[in-house]
């Protein structure tokens, strides 16, 4: 059964600083998201990783899978304050094409 | 183009009454997945639409949930007889099909059973 994990589960910085959001799962899959979710809002999807060692990058948000690790980080580089929010890793098992089983969140503060 | 839409976006409910929540999934899409968050949890699997083909309800917690899905568009989640721990956030989410696609959420239904 797959498992994901995130950590921290909670993170608070302030503003200028980098840092990185870590989602580990139990087996092998093929696809990974990244969501986040502003306070009373939905969800936004972030980023799609379907290849070992793919990179993508948005703003000061970039992310990457590493399938033999079984790992996906997300980097946050100079942080602002409008990054304030809980993102989510989702991954999907290779025994369905639509499950996705979500970590926990990790909320994240950012202080100016 | 519009986004995939939830009505109410609020509901309050005694327990023991039975609720709607509606979601409009983004047109031409043709994945429609509902999920369940609890207060400062993650997202919790309930029930699957592709096409015309039969729904995965694996997620579904107990007999008193049920959902159906019209026309391939519109669905609808239907929970019986509320019970306290039914209190959530109600997401729904489409695709364009299954696999890599990426979903696309809904604002959610906040339900609240008193």
């Known amino acids: 059964e797959l498992k994901v994990e995130q950590n921290p589960l909670f993170l608070s910085m302030q503003e200028g600083k980098n840092y990185t959001i870590y989602c580990n799962y139990s087996?092998?899959?093929?696809?990974l998201y990244w969501y986040r979710q502003d306070p009373g809002k939905s969800l936004e999807s972030l980023f799609v990783?379907?290849?070992n060692g793919a990179v993508k990058q948005e703003g000061r948000l970039m992310a990457s899978l590493d399938t033999k690790a079984r790992l996906s980080t997300l980097h946050i580089t100079a942080a602002v304050h409008d990054l304030s929010a809980t993102y989510f890793c989702?991954?999907?098992?290779?025994?369905?094409?639509?499950?996705?089983?979500w970590g926990a969140g990790t909320k994240l503060i950012i202080k100016p | 183009g519009a986004g995939v839409s939830q009505s109410p976006s609020n509901k309050v409910t005694e327990k023991g009454k039975d609720v709607e929540l509606r979601c409009d999934p983004i047109?031409?899409?043709?994945?429609l997945y509902w999920y369940r968050q609890s207060l400062g949890q993650g997202l919790e699997f309930l029930i699957y639409?592709?096409?015309?083909?039969?729904?995965?309800k694996s997620g579904l917690p107990s007999d008193r949930f049920s959902a159906e899905r019209t026309g391939g568009s519109v669905s609808t989640l239907t929970i019986q007889r509320t019970q306290q721990e039914d209190s959530a956030v109600y997401l729904c989410?489409?695709?364009?099909?299954?696999?890599?696609?990426?979903?696309?959420f809904g604002p959610g239904t906040r339900l609240t059973v008193t």
């Open positions: 989410a489409s695709s364009w099909t299954s696999g890599s696609f990426e979903q696309y």
């Open positions: 047109s031409g899409h043709t994945a």
């Open positions: 639409f592709q096409g015309n083909s039969a729904p995965d």
């Open positions: 087996t092998t899959s093929d696809r």
């Open positions: 990783l379907l290849s």
């Open positions: 989702a991954v999907g098992p290779l025994d369905s094409n639509y499950q996705l089983i």
